[in-house]
């Protein structure tokens, strides 16, 4: 039997999605398990012992419906028996149109339905402890959980080539030898990014509290904020700073992940990095992403994290965070430092110890 799961978006969807394959594998052994996913994803999925194989969508087959009808049909060829869409959008649906699959599973979507042989309805998924997004997952592979309590942690896999090339980096870059702190600087968009000037005062506290690295992680085109950041901390805070470890691929920034203790920063796809590495977190969420959908394993202990609401709940009175998106950056602003220091001040006194001082 061949199973073949579909997820097109970022790196924390991908690796969410991961525990749809990672289940089946462990429940059906010998079912062969494709995963589709967008390339730029798939330093993620390497080595993970749960996918047979990973078929990767690239810009080319973007280009035009010719392109990606194309696609679909090289897809079609694999004669899966059982195509699970967990991304649901127009690419999907083509792809599982064309598919010939005699098992086709996704959720429930008006005027949609009619594309899937099991259409599950995402309002059956409540709040739970692992996190909403995690649930809604496993709702695709119900029917084959029987009564298998099922893995909900996704999980990255790394050689041990690689855990060492981590550690030779941290030593070729001269990083003091003490615990390491990664610092996601900057979320995917503007409208995803912590003010600067406050993020400086979070980072200030981090230096002033504890004796860690702190590891600017950022992508090259967003070098200009990573260095207003580091210009907006103070001389202490500068002095454990370290930028030069982010000019690397997706891969390498895996391993040098799994150098630190920790993630602090905006909520991404690193943060889900970290976590699928069993790395501690404090994220900090936009506004207008939805932290009951999207946060993780939050317990207040090794996985913290703060949203505009838990401070301001008057501000989201009959408005759905996804609403407030066109004011998002008008209302990060109301997410003062002040409102996240003490959570941040006792997550790091908890991972790292009392204030130095």
Partial sequence: MKILVIQHKKIGDVLTSSIICNNLKRIMPEVEIHYLV???TLPVLEGNPYINRIITLHQEHKVSLRSFIKFALQIRREHYDIVIDAYSKLESW???WLSNAKRRISYRKKFRTFLYTDNFSRELVTNSSPGRIIDLKLLLIKPFLNKNVPDRHPKIYLSEDEKQRGLRLLKKHHIPFKRNVMLNVLGSSPLKTYPLEYMAILVNQIASQVDVNILFNFIPDQKVEAQKLYDLCNDNAKRNIFLNLSNYDLRTFIAIMNECDAIIGNEGGAIH?????DKSSFTIFSPWICKMEWSTFEDDTN???????????????NTQDTEQKENALELFKELKPEFILPKLSTYLAHHFGQNNE
Avoid: G, M, R
């Fill in 38 to 40: 967008n390339v730029e």
């Fill in 303 to 317: 996985h913290v994290a703060v949203h505009l609401s838990d401070f301001k709940p008057d501000l989201y009175v």
């Fill in 94 to 96: 083509i792809i599982v």
């Fill in 273 to 277: 990095i970290a976590k699928a590495l």
